[in-house]
């Protein structure tokens, strides 16, 4: 009888029969929280991916140079790190975390720190202690002169998608549970009263109805034998109209589609959408992966050059991944070699290429269409 004083209010909202029934009816909305390291992981692994392609280059003046720098950072910047794995690594913590500290060992491996405390100055360099790699502690501190630190942005990445996460999670939770319900099957026991009492009843019927349970839940085809006093209704069965699976996918995506686009990266790039696929990636090239990669070069020539060397032309030169044959660009190196604007130089440096020591790639040629019928010498004319 407490239930139904409950329900009449008779009985006070303090009381314990009361508080356990609230329970019932309120389910607190589960954190769906591998939505959220899904889409996190989605988006910093393409970018990582991305970047790790890249090509770290030495350049002394007009030259390249393949010295051990170049070989840190490009093959094997640690015992026990390959390079991609390695800026794959940077790039994670640095999205993730909003900074990365890379330091050095005493046998010049460059090392990712799991954790650090930074100390920051205004007018000295800045000190960074309690430096942990892999477990390991150094007791030493490094300055800022000593490592490569990175920041990503001005506020953590994490806390807004904490933020955003906090309504997207509990509207995925809800409709998950909603989805679950839809095709529940739903059904009444009634029992007489008379064959109830006494332990030994009360025992065998609920071994009957687990029983039951097992059987539908399990069994294509549940066979349920009649048990005199015992009445199995079923009420619903099958599917009810609601939400479908494709409402879980829309949530799902709709969270994905808003941490893709604080990062930057064209949604269509990460589903894999071939329409405009060509233009979606230059945007994505030209305004995520080339601001990082600058954050990353000129970080690297002030802790790796001084400034006299760096104005001499020694600096680090990052070649981005090319999302563009070579071959596809043919007609247009032909224009602009013909037209006399780039020499053959210029342009290999444009493609990326080093420059070869080759004379007729120090002259500007312009072909006969491109000049004035005056200037026009031999040939027919002559």
């Known amino acids: 009888m407490g239930l139904f004083d409950r329900l009449l209010g008779k009985l006070g909202p303090d009381s314990e029969i009361g508080w356990s029934f609230d329970l019932e009816l309120f389910e607190k909305t589960s954190e769906r929280t ?20 890249s090509e770290f280059r030495v350049k002394n003046g007009e030259k390249y140079l393949k010295d051990e720098l170049y070989y840190k950072l490009n093959v094997r910047p640690s015992k026990n790190t390959t390079a991609s794995t390695f800026w794959q690594t940077v790039i994670h913590k640095l ?55 990175l920041r990503y942005g001005n506020e953590k990445l994490q806390t807004l998608i904490n933020s955003l996460f906090a309504d997207y999670g509990e509207l995925f939770g809800r409709v998950l549970a909603a989805q679950k319900r839809k095709n529940q099957i ?12 006494g332990t030994e009843h009360q025992a065998k019927f609920q071994q009957f109805i687990d029983n039951m349970y097992a059987a539908i839940e399990k069994k294509d085809v549940a066979i349920i034998p009649q048990q005199k006093g015992i009445t199995y209704d079923e009420k619903t069965a099958g599917s009810l109209p609601g939400q479908t699976v494709d409402d879980l996918d829309r949530v799902t995506d709709g969270f994905l589609n808003q941490v ?5 990266i064209p ?70 070699r013909a037209s006399g604007i780039m020499n053959g130089h210029e342009i290999r440096s444009e493609l990326g290429l080093e420059r070869v020591e080759n004379e007729m790639l120090d002259s500007y040629v312009i072909t006969k269409n491109y000049q004035d019928g005056d200037d026009l010498k031999g040939g027919e004319n002559e």
């Open 95 to 149: 999205v993730y975390d909003n900074e990365v500290l890379i330091i050095t060992s005493d046998d010049d491996d460059l090392l990712i720190a799991d954790d650090f405390q930074h100390n920051e100055f205004a007018v000295y360099d800045d000190i960074f202690s309690n430096v942990v790699v892999k477990g390991f502690e150094f007791k030493r501190t490094f300055n800022q002169q000593e490592v490569i630190h």
């Open 267 to 336: 949604v269509s790039l990460l589903r894999g959408d071939m329409a405009d696929v060509e233009k979606q990636t230059k945007n994505y090239m030209f305004f995520t992966v080339s601001p990082l990669l600058k954050k990353i070069k000129d970080e690297a020539n002030v802790k790796f050059f001084t400034m006299s060397e760096y104005l001499k032309g020694d600096c680090i030169d990052i070649r981005k991944p090319s999302y563009r044959d070579i071959f596809d660009l043919a007609t247009a190196v032909d224009k602009l």
């Open 34 to 53: 591998y939505m959220k390291r899904l889409a996190v992981e989605i988006c910093i692994s393409f970018l990582a991916r991305t970047i790790s392609q």
């Open 186 to 197: 739903r059904s009444t026991v009634d029992m007489d009263m008379l064959a109830a009492k």
């Open 260 to 264: 893709a686009m604080a990062m930057g």
